[in-house]
């Protein structure tokens, strides 16, 4: 490759955010991880050169506290949390190029270099700081930012801080940040995330305090001793030593900028999405080509009080490992395997993008449906019939693959684009039709019965079409489950017979036939669900049913919805309708409003009089058991109504609520 053509040079660039070592990993961390090694093999196995970069954020407070609490020196608690993550990483068949350390010295020297010459050139200025930290989110807040006195992230008490400061000039670049935000919309993804991120330019940005007083555990402001580099200054920085940034130009050039940034919902406004570009425009440095935020697992609370994002003080933290090791004792799988059945669960369950609710009980109705059913049955049923007249080896095709064909070209262009915008949730929903398409595939033309009649050529070209499919979906598989399709690729015979994983061969036809296969051995033994629940002396709940994926409305959408304080004057029940009362209400109105209300099974009629309710005033007027009905009452429960809205103060009938 010529010098001249740098373009043709250039790696895919992929990063995750560094983690604070303040903790072990846990599902959140694992979950950024996972799907940036994804993408990362999903390149490799295009045969592109990736440089796929995690690590660890090791300085501020909160990291200097946890070591305090462990009563560690912060450099002994941060090297043993480092090969923690590391080895979480493996577990987790994490293949990443280069893991980061922010207390690395090749690191604290790129970021010193920055400092100063952003200080030289008038962009990061000395002043005062007075305002507001966070130590658990290790951000500034301005008091109008602040929610009831606490922080608007976390919702953790803060601390007041009055200091000298150095300031990084953010509020001149506010404006170029957000025209390039505006003129180049695949930058930040998901749209609405987009959105928030030019609200939040939109509503001012301030120079951002870039320094800490006396805070001994960061990287030392260059010739002034008594600050150090506040933590997101110098964590943001670890893209740039990453890419051999100020210490490898052939490489920087061939690295930069980033093709994709991975990050949680939480740090793109204030940081990955405003900071970091104005940093590098100041930099006058390219910017990434795309910022991908994603959503939260939520957790039930161990004081019940429903879902939340985890944290310790929640006592809902999940721990990635501890749930693969479960779901191995329960099925009988291979360690290996489940960290592969986690890694899908993680993707398959819920969009990329939005929140979702981690459990065990969905973990292991997922692991069932589609792991031990339908992908397992493809090799399971195929592949032990090559022993009954075929001496274990791959059967000639029949050249019956059109439809085949047909629909795994049709798959492979959709698990493209899905992987393009980084839609795993659709990428593994078209892989899965192909597999059901395999065992549909079987169960039409029933290779054993064919075997049984004596006819082997036509069973030979039905079991080769099956265990191409199975072929092609290990191909599809091994950016997400990288062992199992390894394990698939092994019991093909494939590994043995020296052929690459590589993603030109997702298409019909490409199995070789004549390679003796491997042993055929369940790669996902079912989970016996009625044994789990007998020894966890509790319901294992059927799947999905708490994705929290919504499709969201706009403001103005909800601004359409007319909201009305209510008072009842009047309920009384529907003759041949147990679940219904017909009431009266006060909206305020010259005349009551009559509404039918499925509240009977809950409340007596006499029980709603006079209770002040909220009503959806604007409904179309429908008739209900003949009964007409001019809008609806607000009550908390899906199928039965558990509790009805009211307000915690009295307010006048036809009070709007907003
Ligand atoms: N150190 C900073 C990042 C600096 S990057 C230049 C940091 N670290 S963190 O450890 O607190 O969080 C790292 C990532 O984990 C964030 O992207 C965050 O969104 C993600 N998650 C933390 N909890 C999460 C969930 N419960 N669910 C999904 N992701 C979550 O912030």
Known sequence: ??????????????????????????????????????????????????????????????????????????????????????????????????????????????????????????????????????????????????????????????????????????????????????????????????????????????????????????????????????????????????????????????????????????????????????????????????????????????????????????????????????????????????????????????????????????????????????????LNRSLPLLSRGFERRIPSPGGLTGALAELTEQVRGRYEEAIEVCDFRRALEALWELIRAGNKLMDERQPWNLLREGNREEAGAALYDVLDVARTAAIGLWPVMPEAAEEIWRQLGLAGAGQPLRWEDFRMGALPAGVEVGKPSPIFPRVDLAKVRGRAGQEVKPPAAEVLEQKLITLKQFQELDLRVAKVLAAEPIAGADKLLKLSLDVGEEQPRQVVAGLATRYRPEELVGRTVVLVANLEPATIRGVESQGMVLAAGEREPLSLVVLDSECPPGTKVR
Request: charged share 25%; net charge negative; hydrophobic share 40%.
């Open 1 to 378: 490759m010529s010098d001249t053509d740098p373009g043709q040079m250039k790696c895919f660039y992929i990063t995750t955010p560094i983690y604070y070592v303040s903790g072990p990993p846990h599902i959140g961390h694992c979950y950024t991880t996972v799907a940036a090694d994804t993408i990362a093999r999903y390149h490799r196995l295009h045969g592109e050169r990736v440089l796929f970069a995690t690590g660890t954020d090791e300085h501020g407070q909160k990291v200097a506290r946890s070591a305090r609490e462990q009563g560690l020196e912060p450099q002994v608690f941060v090297d043993r949390l480092a090969e923690t993550y590391k080895a979480a990483w493996r577990s987790f068949h994490v293949e990443y190029d280069r893991f980061v350390r922010t207390t690395e010295p090749g690191h604290k020297r790129v970021v010193q270099k920055i400092f100063a010459r952003l200080r030289d050139r008038g962009d990061i200025y000395a002043g005062i700081y007075e305002g507001w930290y966070c130590v658990a989110c290790e951000a500034y807040f301005r008091e109008d930012e602040l929610e009831r006195g606490r922080c608007p992230d976390c919702n953790r008490t803060v601390e007041t801080v009055a200091e000298r400061s150095y300031f990084f000039r953010t509020s001149k670049y506010a404006d170029a940040v957000a025209e390039h935000i505006e003129a180049h919309p695949e930058f930040i993804q998901p749209e609405q995330r987009r959105n928030e991120v030019l609200a939040f330019i939109h509503r001012g940005l301030l120079d951002a305090c870039v320094s800490r007083q006396r805070s001994p555990w960061g990287i030392p402001v260059p010739d002034d001793a008594t600050q150090s580099i506040y933590v997101w200054f110098d964590a943001l920085i670890n893209y740039l030593t990453v890419a051999g940034y100020l210490q490898d130009e052939d490489k920087f050039a061939q690295t930069w900028p980033p093709d994709l940034q991975l990050m949680g919902k939480d740090i793109l406004p204030r940081f990955h999405g405003t900071l970091w570009p104005a940093v590098l425009l100041a930099l006058e440095l390219p910017l990434p080509k795309r910022l991908f935020a994603h959503g939260w697992w939520l957790a039930a609370t161990n004081d019940d009080s429903g879902l939340a994002k985890m944290s310790k003080s929640l006592g809902n933290v999940i721990d990635p490992l501890a749930s693969a090791e479960g779901l191995a004792e329960m099925s009988g799988a291979s360690e290996s395997i489940a960290i592969d059945a986690v890694r899908y669960y993680l993707l398959r369950e819920v969009t990329f993008g939005l929140d979702g609710a981690f459990s065990m009980e969905n973990l292991l109705a997922r692991f069932n449906a589609d792991l031990a059913n339908d992908l397992g049955n493809l």
